[in-house]
């Protein structure tokens, strides 16, 4: 079992930058890929980035809507992952959510194939 808890969400003007936390408890954090979602009001959830497990060598995926502006990491030995975010855009506003899969490796980008969520932190992009 793996309890995820985000901080570091806020409000942010239009170009500036934001970093989210996420810490896991629980043990053997660095086997799981750790993902990134966001949903904004009255749209589904959306995959943001996704860091792969450390036996696959911390590989990291992104929607094209972040790509470039937006950096995922994690520290196996914090227990976390992060999601640095940069040059923000007014329709990054969503609340965002980590989450932990079970699966192995490769690009993990859809919902259904997380298993462990956190409650989520708002991010509001002011323009």
């Known amino acids: 079992q793996v309890q995820l808890v985000e901080s570091g969400g806020g409000l942010v003007q239009a170009g500036g930058s934001l970093r989210l936390s996420c810490a896991a408890s629980?043990?053997?954090?660095?086997?799981?890929?750790m993902g990134w979602f966001r949903q904004a009001p009255g749209k589904e959830r959306e995959f943001v980035a996704q860091?792969?497990?450390?036996?696959?060598?911390?590989?990291?995926y992104y929607a094209d809507s972040v790509k470039g502006r937006f950096t995922i990491s994690r520290d196996n030995a914090k227990n976390t992952v992060y999601l640095q975010m940069n040059s923000l855009k007014p329709e990054d506003t969503a609340v965002y959510y980590c989450?932990?899969?079970?699966?192995?490796?490769?690009?993990?980008?859809?919902?259904?194939?997380?298993?462990?969520w956190g409650q989520g932190t708002q991010v509001t992009g002011s323009s």
């Open positions: 860091i792969s497990n450390s036996w696959s060598g911390g590989s990291t």
């Open positions: 989450a932990a899969s079970r699966l192995g490796s490769g690009p993990i980008t859809v919902t259904t194939m997380y298993h462990y």
């Open positions: 629980g043990r053997s954090f660095s086997t799981y890929p």
